[in-house]
Structure formats: structure tokens, C-alpha cells
Nanobody, 119 residues
Framework: QVQLVESGGGLVQAGGSLKLSCAAS????????LGWYRQTPENERELVAK???????YYAESVKGRFTISRDNAKTTVYLQMNSLKSEDTAVYYC?????????????WGQGTQVTVSS
């Protein structure tokens, strides 16, 4: 089994910063990509940022220039540095891992962490 444990959410004022962390553990052959999604009660879950096994990075247009995705050298922990936060960034943020277990490719989700930006 693969587990994702998230941390780092919280309450911050607009213009402030937060850093989210997500650590993957368990048995897997490879981590193909790690990413962050977010969801509000009004909207569907959306991709915020993703980093692939080859270190390619993708960002949603709404966070480009403000958020930075990175990972540790072991490539099992992913971070999301969020700067210049806006009220519209308020959401539950979910970590996602695209993993290969034996010959099966699976998407694993974290439990979610609340980010609230006060204006």
C-alpha cells in the first residue's frame, strides 16, 4: 500500500505564504508524478501543480509566478511553496501521486489539508 501524508495548511492573511508538504510511503516500483490539487465546495477538484519523474513541472495559470512545486532528493516528498496568497486560493489542498506498483499504475490521494486565506 502507498500512503500520502500531508502537512502545512492553515490560516494566513492575503499576501502571505504557506508551504505544504506531502510524504509518500509504502511499497511501489516508481513514482511517475507528484502533484497538488485543490477543491472548494463550489468547484470541482483542479490541478494546481505537478512534477513528473523527469522533473518537468506544470502549473495552473492562476498560480504561475506565485507557487513553486519541488521535491526532495529521494523523490518521495513533494512541496508546494505558496507565496502572495489570495483569498481565491482558499481551498482544501490534496496531494496526489501517480505510482507504479508491480505492473499496475495507480493514482493515490492524500487526506487533504485546509488552506484559508483571509482578506
Amino acid at each position: 500500500q502507498v500512503q500520502l501524508v500531508e502537512s502545512g495548511g492553515g490560516l494566513v492573511q492575503a499576501g502571505g505564504s504557506l508551504k505544504l508538504s506531502c510524504a509518500a510511503s509504502g511499497s511501489f516500483s516508481a513514482i511517475n508524478a507528484l502533484g497538488w490539487y485543490r477543491q472548494t465546495p463550489e468547484n470541482e477538484r483542479e490541478l494546481v501543480a505537478k512534477i513528473t519523474g523527469g522533473s518537468s513541472k506544470y502549473y495552473a495559470e492562476s498560480v504561475k509566478g506565485r507557487f513553486t512545486i519541488s521535491r526532495d532528493n529521494a523523490k518521495t516528498t513533494v512541496y508546494l511553496q505558496m507565496n502572495s496568497l489570495k483569498s481565491e486560493d482558499t481551498a482544501v489542498y490534496y496531494c496526489n501521486a501517480d505510482v507504479t506498483i508491480t505492473y499496475q499504475r495507480l493514482l493515490i490521494w492524500g487526506q487533504g489539508t485546509q488552506v484559508t486565506v483571509s482578506s
